[in-house]
């Protein structure tokens, strides 16, 4: 049994890894001396074991220094829920649970969107506002130069002048976090693998994610499906999570608008937060799918399964991609769904499993693919059966926890890191 401080996202932070640090925590709780550590203004405590300590981030330093913690395990994530992160890693290395390869954007915002950069963008005439603004850009300048020597200038005047999100996807800038890690864990051999590429001297495991289908009745099905207004015979497509344009909902909607040409009785259902209801409203009404379409929003954890049954076939695209394993499409494939996916590189699925929708073509590819699920119930069943066999041998709960205990033994035996030529800020963290 170890000694562990479990720091996260917790539910109900409005982010996936809150939801799989609980599943986590319920795993590891049985079998170590578990503290979690956070820094949001309330948490669930309905959702995470019985008898769990919850402690603010702030405190993790003082409670390590009183009573050390065998291992510190740091979930993170290209969001602002783990902006907390930055100022413990350096200072109590640990294992590193990276979500996405991609950090850029998060850790970006870190420093151009703090106060005083932003300040200084509205004027930037202003050498009071262009001084205080200073060192948060002096930091930001610092850590692309340590991660990208040759192109920093660039990088950073290209940033500071807003030409948009996708130059952080080629500049991922994890190395620092990695770094300062004693092991890196990952969910695909992808990450792992560019982890090592970009790092070399680093460890990084892979961990299997937990995922279990829970037990839905058909007749809760039925009466929910009833309750969103979808008929029996209605063929549903689902779409699941933060309804962002990275989710591609522009590309579902038009395809299950030219695919209900040939089968009316099509609908698109989609459950998740939506960042602007109206603005979702008025652009699948111009797309022409407004009056087939239900927009469920964020639903309760505890009925999600349900949702996800209620769809006949589920569509999980993603572009651009942080590499991430998605803990909704895993969930998906869990619940028996037949699922059409971005056909990406990083994606660990057996072709029998899921069906692919070529980037290059997304739009006609997915089109495609709903003609044929919709013509073929049988060959829905198969993909839907081959999906849950699937996640029950790869992403199984016990496999999880076995791999979590082995990567925190291992992180537990390895050394802090050694001291390097780091950017100011963070060698200061070191202490």
């Given at each position: 049994?170890?000694?562990?401080a ?13 939801d ?17 550590f ?56 640990g ?6 390869l991609?950090l ?62 996708l ?27 560019a ?22 009745p ?80 964020r ?34 494939l ?86 390097r ?7 200061a963290?070191?202490?």
């Amino acid at each position: 049994m170890s000694r562990i401080a479990f720091v996260s996202p917790l539910p109900p932070a409005p982010t996936g890894i809150a939801d799989y640090s609980a599943d986590v925590l319920a795993l590891l709780a049985p079998g170590h001396d578990v503290d979690a550590f956070h820094d949001q203004a309330e948490v669930d405590a309905a959702r995470l074991p019985s008898g769990l300590a919850v402690y603010r981030a702030a405190t993790l330093a003082d409670r390590h220094r009183e009573r050390r913690y065998d291992v510190i395990v740091y979930q993170m994530g290209n969001g602002p829920e783990h902006d907390f992160l930055y100022g413990l890693l350096a200072r109590l290395p640990g294992l590193l649970v990276l979500h996405d390869l991609v950090l850029h954007h998060a850790r970006a915002r870190m420093f151009l969107d703090s106060p005083a950069a932003r300040a200084y963008a509205q004027d930037p005439a202003d050498r009071a506002r262009r001084d205080a603004a200073r060192p948060a850009l002096e930091a930001y300048r610092a850590e692309l130069a340590y991660s990208y020597p040759g192109q920093a200038a660039r990088l950073f005047e290209a940033q500071l002048g807003s030409v948009g999100t996708l130059l952080p996807y080629a500049y991922p800038l994890f190395r620092l976090p990695v770094e300062a890690s004693r092991l890196t864990a990952v969910h695909n051999e992808f990450m792992a693998a560019a982890v090592r590429a970009e790092v070399p001297a680093a460890e990084a495991v892979r961990v299997a994610m937990p995922v279990a289908a829970p037990s839905v009745p058909s007749a809760d099905v039925a009466a929910l499906r009833a309750r969103l207004g979808l008929a029996p015979d209605d063929l549903v497509v689902g779409s699941f999570g933060l309804l962002t344009p990275e989710k591609r909902i522009d590309t579902v909607a038009r395809a299950v608008a030219r695919a209900a040409v040939h089968v009316p009785r099509l609908r698109l259902l989609l459950v998740g937060p939506v960042p602007d209801r109206g603005a979702l409203s008025r652009r699948l009404a111009e797309l022409g799918v407004g009056g087939r379409t239900v927009v469920a929003g964020r639903v309760p954890f505890g009925e999600l399964a349900a949702h996800m049954e209620a769809a006949d076939v589920a569509v999980h695209l993603r572009y651009p991609t942080a590499r991430e394993t998605s803990a909704a499409l895993l969930r998906l494939l869990a619940q028996g769904r037949p699922v059409i996916a971005s056909d990406l590189e990083h994606l660990d699925l057996p072709d029998e499993t899921v069906m692919r929708a070529d980037p290059m073509d997304e739009e006609g590819a997915l089109t495609r693919a709903l003609l044929s699920l919709a013509e073929r119930p049988q060959a829905r069943a198969r993909l839907g059966e081959n999906a849950r066999t699937f996640v029950r041998a790869h992403h199984a709960p016990a496999r999880c926890r076995a791999d979590y205990d082995a990567a925190i033994a291992q992180a537990g035996a390895r050394p802090d890191p050694p001291a390097r030529p780091w950017p100011a800020h963070w060698a200061a963290t070191r202490g």
